[in-house]
């Protein structure tokens, strides 16, 4: 589950509560590496397909959730058959992941085996290593760079990358939920690079360095490391706690919450406030050039509260098998957000092994919740979905 739902949480290195000690990253067989892996590469793309194909099935569970996560473009069917649609997406993914695999098999820490690990992991948004340490083992400003960056690229709509690759440069730049990925990300690369420099005491080139990868490595749920962020001082580490609640745009590989929710309602929160001011005007919610449904609006803010009710009882649940408070809501939130590193027992050295079985299923299911945007989940156990 942690594999496909390109969570990256991990139970490898650590001791499981009935005493038994697994074996670290660096002693697992390279063919099971490689099916880690793969298992993010196909779950990242996997899932994309899955929302084109099935969610308009199920209606007010996945159609209306679909139009939600789309309404800050045109249109993303790129083609009026499913079939080529998925099969255009795949390509685009494909052609990014190699180009990402050759840049890192240039670099001399990285043998082939590496730099195809890490290229799915990247694009994939998943966040396995084949290194204990993570990209950190690699200590190269290189191999940093060209994670970050595509990091940032898998972090944006595939619909878009193959608009971009087809000269529609328009829809591209002008897409406003990628203005405002873009926006926020630069925003918390500036705060948590100067809390790094100012306040933590790194060098200039380090804070950039490490903040603009942890920043990104959250923000997309890819979940890779290269600094222990447990140690960062309270303000830098609590930027970066905010970004949990986050997550890539949609018809991305990423999970979390998602830029275009966030962006609209960001944009219904001004609604409010001038609506206070003005309270005759009929003032609609515009994402550019689009009015949002009223219906679209309610899903958006009913997915808010979901959301945050099954963070609030993964967290509980942690809580009551002992776990502090920070590492409940981080374990709660990490899986949910398909981040996969987290906080207290659970920090980006650490490892899932020691929790519980029943901790572990309800981790799982958090990881297969989020990663399937809640209502396609839950709308099974409700009994007007059987019924009808």
Known sequence: MSGLSTTGATILGGETPAGIINPAIEDIDNSLLFWRSLAHWLGGMGIIVLTLALLPLLGIGGMELFRAEYSGSTSDKLTPRIRETALLLWTVYLGMTAIQFLLLWLHPAMDWFDAINHAFSTLATGGFSNLNDSVGGFDSVYIDVVITIFMFLAGINFAMHFRLFTGDL????????????????AIFIVGVSGGLW?????????????????????????????????????FTSFLLFLLFF??????????????????????????????????????????????????????????????????????????FMGYDLMSAMGAS???????????????????????PIFGKWVLLILMMIGRLELFTVLVIFTPWFWKN
């Not at 002008?174 to 873009?182: D, K, L, P, S, V």
């Not at 080139?205 to 960062?232: E, H, K, M, P």
């Not at 398909?338 to 929790?355: K, L, M, Q, R």
Request: proline share 3%.
């Open 170 to 185: 328009k829809s591209f730049f002008g897409n406003r939920e990628i203005r405002f990925y873009t926006l926020l990300t």
């Open 198 to 234: 100012l306040i933590d005491q790194y060098s200039f080139g380090d804070a950039l360095r490490y903040g603009s990868f942890q920043v990104l490595a959250i923000l997309t749920t890819t979940g890779f490391g290269t600094d222990d962020y447990a140690l960062w001082m309270p």
């Open 246 to 319: 986050t997550g890539g745009c949609a018809g991305s590989t990423g999970g979390g919450i998602k830029m275009i929710r966030l962006l609209i309602i960001a944009k219904n929160v001004g609604r409010e406030f001038k609506q206070i001011i003005h309270p005759h005007a009929v003032l609609p919610v515009r994402v550019g050039n689009r009015v949002i449904d009223s219906g679209i609006l309610k899903t958006i803010l009913g997915f808010f509260v979901v959301y945050f009710l099954i963070f609030i009882t993964g967290a509980l649940v942690m809580s």
């Open 333 to 355: 939130i990490a899986c949910l957000g398909n981040i996969g590193p987290a906080w207290g027992d659970f920090g980006p050295t650490d490892e899932y092994a020691h929790v």
